[in-house]
């Protein structure tokens, strides 16, 4: 199904929180990803993860189309790791672009989690620094990250824009991987004061780009 500007921005703000939730998002899948099953239907996006998987059609109530979805969702009657989920898009589903912040707020926070850290509150520190990522990856990029996004997204779209280097995206992503079990409940996970000081060197560096665009 075809989807206007409403439903694509619906589509934004799904994907953090499925890529929270551990699953791998594709959006607007081709034939050879998608479960013969479906036959001819193309699903908005599928989620993949070891558990189950999820097919997502997002749609407005004024989608001429959407009288097919009970059609579509016998499709999945009896298909063992396969769900179909349905958003419904509404105007109220519309959210601001979020504002990029100004250099000196950047660097007010960094101080805060640079002194958080070492004060040995490394977990409040830790969290904060991926505030403070995010937030100077939408001062670098203000086009592409208008919307919250995931760390995994951040960290690829910038080492793909050779913002951050290869070493750098490689620590970062396995720090990704602490901070979405910890954000998540698994409050015993922990981060250590070196792995948080590694943290603040690599957003010390990017506050370089920042206040230096090209």
């Not at 206007?4 to 594709?26: C, K, M, N």
């Not at 599928?46 to 579509?72: C, F, M, W």
């Not at 070492?118 to 100077?136: K, P, R, Y």
Request: hydrophobic share 40%; charged share 25%.
């Amino acid at each position: 199904m075809k989807s206007d500007i409403l439903e694509q921005t619906v589509l934004e703000s799904l994907l953090p929180e499925l890529e929270a939730d551990g699953y791998q998002v594709i959006r607007e899948p081709r034939r050879p990803i998608v479960p013969p099953f479906l036959g001819s239907y193309l699903p908005d996006l599928i989620a993949l993860r070891e558990d189950g998987n999820l097919a997502i059609e997002v749609v407005s109530k004024a989608d001429p189309e959407s009288r097919k979805l009970d059609d579509i969702a016998r499709l999945f009657d009896g298909q063992k790791g396969w769900k179909f989920r349905i958003y419904w898009a509404s105007k109220s589903d519309i959210e601001e672009p979020l504002r990029a912040q100004s250099i000196n707020d950047i660097e007010e926070a960094l101080g805060q989690a640079q002194t958080l850290v070492a004060e040995s509150h490394t977990s409040a520190g830790f969290l904060l620094s991926w505030a403070i990522f995010e937030a100077i990856a939408r001062r670098i990029l203000a086009d592409r990250f208008g919307r919250p996004q995931t760390p995994g997204r951040l960290i690829e779209i910038m080492a793909n824009q050779g913002i951050l280097t290869h070493s750098e995206a490689h620590r970062l992503r396995s720090l990704a991987s602490f901070r979405n079990r910890f954000i998540h409940g698994e409050l015993d996970v922990g981060v250590t004061a070196d792995e948080a000081g590694e943290f603040l060197q690599i957003l010390q560096s990017l506050m370089t780009i920042a206040s230096h665009p090209a």
